[in-house]
């Protein structure tokens, strides 16, 4: 099958863990362990999340006294590519040293109209108290909001409407090659009036990015790997259950946190309304990067179809 990957950020970083170097490289190294026996069978993209590392560079283009301004979040998000990528290519390729991989640095494109620039959601960077927030969007002219008990820096994220190099990736999938591309949701672009393509400062959220690449590249499935073992209703409380085989629209009717859950849930809930209708084989799955195996014939986490 043609299978396309999303990685949770624990893949890469921890809540609260350092991000150093050295810790994302372990702990990338255990994802490519998990994942690599899928790439015997199955044609796969691996796409990943880049939100700490966006955030360490702008804070560091910020604080650098050479520039007249920071870097653009578009020139940011092209620069996690190439490293989390990097990373990525070195991990697997120890894991199956006689496979062909490629890191693809890739745009995508948004509406310049998305009412998402005027309301930034996107969490990006590490976590603050409040008035340690409040004085770096003083001092950097950043927006910021509470994210559970801490307080991060938030930027635009409008939706996904077209991955740039679709060919591309397709034609390395048929050519055996396991992909690396749409970190962080790809470069966020732009078309100007004459049709060129121009980055914008937006952060564009993963897993939509990944439904929308696997839409166009007729993927079979959609896997949103993460930290816990499915969906659950009632997340946190007494009457707490997984939710295993549904439906689209099952999933949309339930409660779910918009900075959390919410948008995997979306992210599976297009990717299979909007596929399956043409091609019935089509599922997306959310879970443990523990369990991606099974996950692929929904013997694990939440699996979703048209039919349930």
């Known amino acids: ?164 190099e679709t060919r591309l990736i397709d034609h390395l999938l048929d050519e055996s090659v396991i992909v690396v591309c749409a970190g962080g949701g790809g470069v966020p672009v732009v078309r100007t009036g004459s049709g060129d393509l121009q980055g914008v400062e937006a952060v564009i959220d993963k897993d939509l990015s990944a439904a929308l690449l696997a839409h166009r590249l007729g993927a079979d499935r959609l896997l949103v790997l993460t930290d816990v073992p499915a969906v659950m209703e009632g997340y946190g409380t007494d009457r707490q259950r997984e939710i295993r085989r549904t439906t689209p629209e099952e999933l949309r009717s339930l409660d779910l946190p918009a900075g959390s859950m919410g948008p995997k849930v979306e992210a599976v809930c297009r990717f299979v309304e909007v596929a399956g209708s043409a091609r019935p084989r089509v599922a997306a799955a959310i879970g443990s990067l523990d369990e991606v195996a099974a996950l692929v014939d929904g013997s694990a986490g939440t699996f979703v179809t048209a039919e349930g």
């Open 1 to 164: 099958m043609r299978i396309v990957v999303a990685l949770g950020g624990n893949a890469l970083l921890q809540r609260g863990q350092v991000p150093d170097a050295a810790a994302q490289v372990a702990n990338i190294r255990r994802a490519m362990r998990a994942l690599a026996p899928l790439t015997d069978d199955h044609q796969v993209v691996i796409t990943h999340g880049n939100g700490p590392q966006v955030g360490i560079l702008a804070m560091e283009s910020a604080d650098d006294a050479r520039l007249s301004q920071p870097y653009p979040f578009d020139a940011l998000g092209a620069m996690t590519q190439g490293l989390i990528g990097y990373w990525i290519l070195q991990a697997i390729g120890n894991e199956r040293p006689y496979r062909q991989f490629a890191a693809v640095l890739n745009q995508t494109l948004v509406d310049a109209e998305d009412p998402a620039f005027a309301d930034p959601t996107k969490f990006v960077g590490e976590v603050y108290d409040e008035a340690t927030a409040r004085e770096l969007a003083d001092r950097h002219g950043w927006q910021v909001r509470a994210d559970g008990e801490h307080w991060r820096r938030v930027v635009p994220s409008p939706r996904p409407r077209e991955i740039i």
